[in-house]
């Protein structure tokens, strides 16, 4: 795309890494939050020391560290740890069963937290679809618990009922293949939420009510005060670019209609786009909170598009299984990517504060430097999948659905 053409023939096959959430401006970080002796903090950190800390079990993706706290969503509820001690709070269990996938109908359902503002402090919400059991004359029925917690100190603050089933199977979260319900992003106290395929739903995160519901369109990410999403894909399989308001789900703008499109939250400024034309040709595409499309350029840009914020100045993000790159957070201007002469593309697990986090091969860590894609540290001692300046979290090796701290050293 000009000076920041990405090399088409090098995204043919790029990593597929977890689309990043379009989390507001990250707060400044909070001291330590427990009364143990003081800890270094690193920022960002580059080494993790080997003694681990048991969080639970996890998902890769349903974990999130702020400061010292960490989150880690299981099936049936979230535990919340203080890493600089080891001490485990009360976990945030949903009111009701949560709804389960059938066996054999693939992966686990996901719970992925994500961190917020809520009446102006940063706090932390998980969703999960549950079930309400019969009672009396009330009939079973299926809805969206939020469970919200101070993110500095892991105190529960509220759970929210919400009144939102999928479109599939009639309403039946059981029907959904892919996730229940995704934490799209929040702007002031309406929380974005994804339901199934194809509901997104406008929540206040204060009450739990449903302000607003539209379920031809899924969202993908908060930009400011708008929801940039694709809606379902007509007889022909087009789909089009739409921009909604946050707050009450107005349609702002309509842009191009896209086949095969994939659409990732890539931070606060814009989304990024990978889609085929009408006429078959795939092209990338910057999308701006206004739905003006940026450096388009067509290419040979192969599936799996996943973008990951640095929560201060980088978005790296991938398509496929081969290369990673790097952009602006704030301009979108490329900054680098992989592979190279002589150089090979990791395998991202986590981005923080300038720190592009992955394993080379299949296990080894390394630690790359956000902006220039140079190797920062090549054996850190994990390649961590959440991070702050106190800790990095990772999978434990001997159990693969549970995850572990370890100290940040250096």
């Not at 009701?96 to 066996?103: A, D, E, K, L, N």
């Not at 992003?185 to 406008?202: D, E, H, I, M």
């Not at 990978?274 to 206004?290: H, K, L, M, P, S």
């Not at 598009?305 to 790097?326: E, K, M, W």
Request: with cysteine; charged share 15%.
């Amino acid at each position: 795309m000009r000076d920041r053409r990405l090399a088409a023939g090098a995204l043919l096959t790029v990593l597929a890494v977890a689309g990043c959430t379009s989390d507001p401006a990250p707060p400044p970080a909070p001291g330590p939050t427990s009364s143990a002796p003081a800890r270094p903090t690193f920022d960002p950190p580059t080494r993790f020391g080997p003694t681990a800390i048991k969080l639970g079990p996890a998902r890769a993706s349903d974990v999130l560290l702020y400061a010292g706290m960490a989150y880690a969503a299981g099936e049936s509820s979230t535990t919340v740890t203080d890493v600089l001690t080891g001490r485990r709070l009360p976990a945030l269990t949903p009111q009701h069963p949560p709804v389960q996938r059938p066996g054999g109908l693939g992966e686990p359902v996901g719970h992925i937290p994500l961190l917020v503002q809520r009446d102006g402090r940063p706090a932390v919400v998980i969703a999960y679809a549950v079930s309400t059991p019969a009672s009396g004359t009330t009939t079973a029925k299926q809805s969206v618990q939020l469970l919200l917690a101070d993110a500095a100190s892991g105190q529960q603050l509220a759970a929210l009922s919400v009144a939102a089933t999928p479109a599939e199977g009639g309403g039946d979260f059981t029907a959904v293949a892919g996730e229940y319900v995704t934490v799209v992003g929040a702007q002031a106290n309406t929380l974005v939420l994804t339901v199934g395929k194809q509901v997104t739903l406008g929540v206040d995160l204060t009450t739990g009510s449903v302000l607003w519901r539209n379920t031809t369109f899924t969202a993908a990410a908060v930009l400011g005060d708008t929801v940039v999403g694709l809606t379902a894909a007509d007889s022909s399989v087009r789909q089009q670019l739409v921009g909604l308001g946050v707050a009450d789900g107005a349609t702002r703008w309509r842009a191009a209609n896209v086949r095969n499109a994939e659409l990732a939250a890539a931070g606060t400024a814009y989304a990024v786009l990978v889609a085929e034309q009408d006429t078959g040709g795939r092209f990338y595409a910057r999308i701006n909170a206004d739905g003006k499309l940026n450096d388009r350029e067509a290419g040979s840009y192969g599936s799996g598009l996943g973008c990951r914020y640095d929560q201060a100045s980088v978005t790296v993000c991938s398509i496929g299984t081969t290369a990673v790159f790097a952009l602006d957070a704030t301009d979108g201007k490329l900054l680098w990517q992989l592979p190279a002469t002589g150089r090979t593309a990791p395998n991202v697990t986590a981005v923080w504060h300038g720190a592009v986090y992955g394993t080379t091969g299949t296990t080894t860590p390394v630690v790359l430097d956000a902006r220039t894609g140079a190797d920062r540290e090549a054996a850190p001692g994990l390649a961590p999948v959440a991070v702050s300046g106190y800790a990095g979290v990772g999978v434990d090796p001997a159990e693969q659905n549970t995850v572990t701290a370890y100290p940040a050293v250096g």
